[in-house]
């Protein structure tokens, strides 16, 4: 849960980013977040991680409301929505993490081919089953 920075407004940017590495790495995996922010550093792309941790991981995945699993679920038909496979990659495994089963994972991308069409769904079927084989090999 959030705190607030002493003022009663809200966390600071400063509480947002701690609880944000805090909730990113008990998701997606301090492997994963390592490698995103390593990826990132010294470049231009460092600022959007930063970004992404404080308000993404930092707030809206601390709010009351939603569990993480629920939030996940979420996740997965909005990024096949949004043909973004690269990172329903990382949130199949953390969909994994937060208490999702392989059969929700495929059924959730099925409900989606309705909405989002075959080619969205057939394209993120892909991803998921790679992930799937990864963690049967690994």
């Known amino acids: 849960m959030t705190t607030t920075n002493g003022s009663g407004e809200g ?14 790495r008990e998701v997606m995996s301090d492997a994963f977040v390592d490698r995103a922010m390593g990826r990132a550093e010294g ?18 995945w601390n709010r009351p ?11 997965i038909g909005m990024l096949v929505a949004l043909r973004a496979n690269a990172e329903l990659a990382g949130h199949v ?10 059969e929700e994972i495929t059924e959730a991308v099925i409900h989606a081919s309705g909405y989002c069409g075959a080619p969205a769904a057939l394209s993120a079927m892909k991803t998921v089953q790679e992930i799937f084989d990864a963690l049967d090999e690994g």
């Open 93 to 102: 495994r953390g969909g994994l993490t937060n208490g999702l089963t392989r």
């Open 43 to 60: 470049t231009a792309s460092e600022a959007i991680q930063y970004v992404v941790t404080e308000n993404v991981w930092g707030n809206i």
């Open 11 to 24: 966390p600071s940017a400063g509480d947002l980013r701690s609880q944000g590495f805090a909730t990113r």
């Open 65 to 75: 409301g939603l569990g993480r699993r629920d939030r996940s679920l979420l996740n």
